[in-house]
Every structure is written in C-alpha cells, then in structure tokens.
Antibody, heavy 117, light 111 residues
Framework: EVQVVESGGGLVQPGGSLRLSCAAS????????MHWVRQAPGKGLEWVSR????????VYAQSVKGRFTISRDNAKNTLYLQMSSLRAEDTAVYYC??????????WGQGTLVTVSS | DIVMTQTPLSSPVTLGQPASISCRSS???????????LSWIQQRPGQPPRLLIY???NRFSGVPDRFSGSGAGTDFTLKISRVEAEDVGVYYC????????FGGGTKVEIK
C-alpha cells in the first residue's frame, strides 16, 4: 500500500524550532518529488515547500523562505521539514505528499504544529 | 505565482441533485509537455485531503464515476452528477503546472 506517515509535530514557543518527518512506504521514494502542504485551523490548504527526487533542488513559499528547510534521506525513505523562528501563523496541520506527474497522492493524516506561549 | 480562484464559496445541494464547482487560474495551466496539471481534492469533515481528479478529467483510483472534471487553459469545472451524503465536505482545485497552489475551497453541504 502506498502511504506516507507524518510525525514530529507538537507545541512549541514562538521563535522555537521543530523538525517534521514523513515516512514513505509502498513506492520507490527516490523516484518522486515531494511537497509539504499545511492547513491552519479552519482554513484552506497552503503549499509550503517542494524537493526534487535526489534532493538537489528545493523551493519554498515566500511565507517560510529563510526559516524552513526541506530535505530527504532516500536511503531511509524519509522526507523532513526543519522549521525554525516559528510564529503563531505557522500553527497548522502539516501534510507531506508525493508528486506523481500530475497526481498528488497519497495524503497522510498530517501532524499538528502549534506555536504558542 | 499562479493564483487559483474557486466559485462558489458554498454550495447547498439537495441529495440526488447535481453540483458544480468552478475554478479559474491566473494563467494557463498547460505545461511545456502539453499536459494540464489541474487536480481536484476532496476533504471530508475531520479527514485529510483526498485526490479525486488529476490532469483535468482523470478520476483517481476508487473515485466514483459521479465525479467528473472538465475544462481547458484557465477554466475548469468539477461536477457531481448526483450528490450523496458522503460527498459533504470542502473541495479544492489545485495546480501543479508551476510549483503547487490551491483554490480557496468550496463547501458542499446538504440542504
């Protein structure tokens, strides 16, 4: 079964850091570009970042550029999102998704990040 | 950046009746390879998003045939031929032609 499982979320103070992980299984992880997408409570979906299949190319939304770093370990079939200088507006459920040449799937359950003092 | 605009914001529908959602992109979604990377995502209450349709009109695995997508260039439509109770939720159009961006969402609810 093709699936992704996000982890690493939690409560963090403003200005703090957190690293999210996304464990992929059921497909050849190293063949696919991956994205992080987030959803603030009661709001819509917002794209955060993308990484190409070998990790050599990354792109970020303006709202997180300079604060977040996307990376991957193809040997471990795992995607990461290192988040620093966190703000209240970064509070959201974070999803990792596979980019399969036009179909963006699967979607995991996501991991909740809460930035609050 | 490509901006995606959906209408309506909310769509109250009678069970068994059709529903239609429109999506417009700020620029053409045709990529250099000739394909158009426009998808539709469903999010039921309390659930993660789920892919319904990709490349305008291709239903993803397991998606009922009452869902259909159409359109070209910058204008796209998702239609539900006969709304069922399990279709309640928020629907998003999404483009992956250049990076990734979403429409604001359309809430489908039962009248």
């Amino acid at each position: 079964e093709v699936q992704v499982v996000e982890s690493g979320g939690g409560l963090v103070q403003p200005g703090g850091s957190l690293r999210l992980s996304c464990a992929a299984s059921g497909f050849t992880f190293s063949n696919y570009w991956m994205h992080w997408v987030r959803q603030a409570p009661g709001k819509g979906l917002e794209w955060v970042s993308r990484i190409n299949n070998d990790g050599s190319g990354t792109v970020y939304a303006q709202s997180v550029k300079g604060r977040f770093t996307i990376s991957r370990d193809n040997a471990k079939n795992t995607l990461y999102l290192q988040m620093s200088s966190l703000r209240a507006e970064d509070t959201a459920v974070y999803y990792c998704v596979r980019d399969d040449y036009g179909s963006v799937d699967p979607w995991g359950q996501g991991t909740l990040v809460t930035v609050s003092s | 950046d490509i901006v995606m605009t959906q209408t309506p914001l909310s769509s109250p529908v009678t069970l068994g009746q059709p529903a239609s959602i429109s999506c417009r992109s700020s620029q053409s979604l045709v990529r250099s390879d000739g394909d158009t990377y426009l998808s539709w995502i469903q999010q039921r209450p309390g659930q993660p998003p789920r892919l319904l349709i990709y490349k305008i009109s291709n239903r993803f695995s397991g998606v009922p045939d009452r869902f259909s997508g159409s359109g070209a260039g910058t204008d796209f439509t998702l239609k539900i031929s006969r709304v069922e109770a399990e279709d309640v939720g928020v629907y998003y159009c999404m483009q992956t032609t250049r990076l990734l961006s979403f429409g604001g969402g359309t809430k489908v609810e039962i009248k």
